[in-house]
């Protein structure tokens, strides 16, 4: 009789090892079958935090335009100077340049400036005819005011 103990043979050993690094993928999906109401749950609610939130943020609206001058190149001199004003200007000779390009840019940025639309609007009392129009009235001709946007009487 022989008290030797039993070596394993490598076989057996290199599959018990790799035995225990194995995903079972039916136990994966029992584990989140089990708490899906859970995570329906979790998903929904914050689902509807997000539509209050939203919901309660105020409508706020913004449009822009980009305004250009027409431009004219003019004729003579004055198309003259304004090509070469700048290759003049390098050589230290001053040319009669147009005045005009100054204005323009600062019409531009008073046309862009939110000063300038706020008492523009509030000047004219037009500020319900831009928000709450809702259909114009041909037979009194007068504008139809939604009464459901929230602008004071005083304005109206």
Do not use: C
Request: net charge negative.
């Amino acid at each position: 009789m022989n008290n030797e103990p039993v070596q394993p043979q490598p076989s057996q050993v290199q599959h018990s090892e790799y035995a225990d690094d194995e995903i079972d993928l039916r136990e994966l999906f029992g584990v989140q079958w089990d708490v899906k109401w859970w995570i329906a749950g979790l998903t929904s609610i914050a689902a509807v935090i997000a539509v209050v939130y939203a919901l309660s943020l105020p409508n706020i609206y913004r449009s822009e335009a980009l305004l250009a001058p027409a431009s004219s190149d003019g004729g003579g001199l004055a198309g003259l100077a304004a090509k070469y004003g700048g290759l003049a200007s390098l050589a230290g000779i001053s040319l009669p340049g147009d005045g005009g390009s100054d204005k323009t840019g600062f019409g531009l940025e008073v046309m862009i400036s939110r000063a300038f639309i706020q008492q523009f609007i509030e000047r004219r009392n037009i500020l319900a005819p831009l928000v709450a129009a809702e259909a114009w009235d041909a037979g009194s001709g007068e504008l139809v005011i939604n009464e459901r946007i929230n602008i004071p009487k005083n304005v109206r």
